[in-house]
Nanobody
């Protein structure tokens, strides 16, 4: 069984920074693309950033230049460094990982990020 354990959320003022971490635990044959999604109240869950096993990254336009995704393959961990945070970044952030030959989809429990103005 695969579990994703997130940490690093919290309350921060606009302009501040936070770093999210997500470690993948369990029997993992192959850890493929990992990513972060977010969901604000009343809105759908949207991709924030993703990173392939080879290190290729992809970002939502709204976070380009402010957020950086990275991963440590030896630790099965993905990070999201969030700088210059804005109130509109407030959401529950979910870690996502695709594993195995067929990209089985796994989600973390979510971590709240609140940016005050």
């Amino acid at each position: 069984q695969v579990q994703l354990v997130e940490s690093g959320g919290g309350l921060v003022q606009a302009g501040g920074s936070l770093r999210l971490s997500c470690v993948v635990i369990g029997s993992i044959f192959r850890l493929n693309t990992m990513g972060w999604y977010r969901q604000a109240p009343g809105k759908q869950r949207d991709l924030v950033a993703s990173i392939t096993s080879g290190g290729t990254t992809n970002y939502a336009d709204s976070v380009k230049g402010r957020f950086t995704i990275s991963r440590d393959n030896a630790k099965n961990t993905v990070y999201l460094q969030m700088n210059s945070l804005k109130p509109e970044d407030t959401a529950v952030y979910y870690c996502n990982a695709l594993t195995g030959l067929y990209d089985y989809n796994h989600w973390g429990q979510g971590t709240q990020v609140t940016v005050s103005s």
